[in-house]
């Protein structure tokens, strides 16, 4: 049983850091998994410490990027119509097209939203580039949260 625990725990990890690329994979959670199947086996022991840090971590980094590119809408200068925009094209990137949708469609919203506020189009795209920005800011939350996550994983493996 260990075996299964140790081999569904690397899958598991492994699919965590590509769901940190991909969108449509919620990566961090995907890699706590994996942490936690190979604490139930015998070749790991986390305390209770770490795991829930790191189960705080992998929530707030996924709760974290769906917000992250609003903010970034707004940090370039974007109004409320372009965080709107952004918004609408986060809800429906999760549902259209993915996984790029989530990625194109918080910029087009944002970009659409100022355009529709009356904003010039140079504004309007560079609240749609701080959209952008934010969803690889919110990639990189989530790379990182994963990787550390890998690293007590193999660390304990391992040892």
């Known amino acids: 049983m260990d075996i299964v625990l140790l081999v569904l725990g690397i899958i598991l990890m492994l699919v965590g850091i590509l769901g940190c690329i991909l969108p449509v994979l919620p990566g961090p959670p995907l890699s706590y998994g994996g942490l936690l199947l190979i604490h139930f086996s015998k070749f790991a022991e986390y305390t209770t410490t770490l795991l829930v840090i ?42 259209m097209f993915p996984p790029i949708g989530i990625i194109i ?27 952008f920005m934010g969803f690889l800011m919110g990639t990189g939350l989530k790379l990182i949260a994963s990787l550390i996550m890998a690293y007590y994983f193999v660390k304990e493996w391992l040892a």
């Open 54 to 95: 790191l189960a705080i971590v992998a929530v707030a980094v996924t709760i974290l990027d769906y917000f992250v590119p609003i903010w970034g809408t707004r940090r370039f200068g974007g109004t409320k119509y372009g965080s709107w925009g952004a918004t609408i094209g986060v809800v429906l990137g999760i549902f």
């Open 105 to 131: 469609l918080p910029f087009i919203g944002a970009v659409v939203g100022e355009s529709m506020k009356g904003t010039d189009f140079s504004s309007a795209m560079r609240a749609g580039f701080g959209s």
